[in-house]
């Protein structure tokens, strides 16, 4: 099992631009989660899904909107990027809800410039 | 805002020595995590603790978990160098919260 991937690693970004990235995971996992992490803090949610064609809001959502088409695949998108989106984002899955551990990805660098 | 927030911000000790590091929170919670994170890495969940516990072991890992005093810890014993890292709690309510590390140096 490859646990969870995302796709791109690493991207750069003008202000004004749009990319989705594409987080997926094999393990059957019902909840996906996106975070961004800035330097010297901890993550924050930006959207969740508990479900193949579900998407909820998290902590951290302006400017993010996200897909969860497939099972396997929750895509996060950026429709207009800012600096202020340049962050480090981690997708992460569980089996369901509460008391399950989450499964990290190994994130995907952004610099928006 | 963080539901969480860790105590020291940073924390250097020797190989050997135990590290115990701090995790409050404000609001009702399910359950506390806490989660390592290498430079650079991804995050690895250690140990996760259930509002109706107070205590749980896992290797060299001791978590405690204090509901009334809405606070946590985590102990590690005999450190290790390899155990240099950043540690993270986690609350989980309506939804997952992360509080902003605690990075630990362990010198050999």
């Known amino acids: 099992n490859a646990g969870v991937t995302q796709t791109p690693k690493f991207r750069v970004l003008k202000t004004g631009q749009s990319m989705t990235l594409l987080c997926a995971q094999d393990m059957n996992h019902e909840y996906m989660y996106w975070y961004r992490q800035d330097p010297g803090m901890g993550l924050r949610l930006i959207h969740y899904s508990v479900g193949e064609g579900t998407t909820a809001k998290g902590e951290v959502p302006d400017g993010y909107n996200v897909s969860r088409l497939k099972k396997q695949n929750f895509l996060l998108g950026l429709e207009s990027a800012a600096p202020s989106q340049t962050s480090v984002y981690f997708c992460?899955?569980?089996?369901?809800?509460?008391?399950?551990?989450?499964?990290f990805g190994p994130g995907t660098r952004l610099l928006v410039l | 805002s963080q539901q969480g927030e860790e105590d020291p911000q940073a924390l250097s000790i020797q190989e050997g020595e135990n590290a115990t590091m701090n995790c409050s929170y404000k609001t009702s919670i399910n359950n506390l995590q806490w989660y390592r994170q290498n430079s650079g890495r991804g995050l690895v969940h250690l140990i996760l603790?259930?509002?109706?516990?107070r205590e749980k072991h896992s290797g060299r890992l001791r978590v405690t978990l204090d509901t009334s005093k809405k606070s946590s810890s985590l102990l590690i014993t005999a450190s290790r160098a390899a155990d240099t890292a950043s540690y993270f709690c986690a609350t989980e309510g309506n939804d997952m919260r992360f509080g902003a590390g605690t990075r630990l140096t362990v010198k050999p």
């Open positions: 992460a899955s569980r089996v369901g809800w509460s008391q399950e551990t989450q499964y």
């Open positions: 603790i259930r509002s109706n516990e």
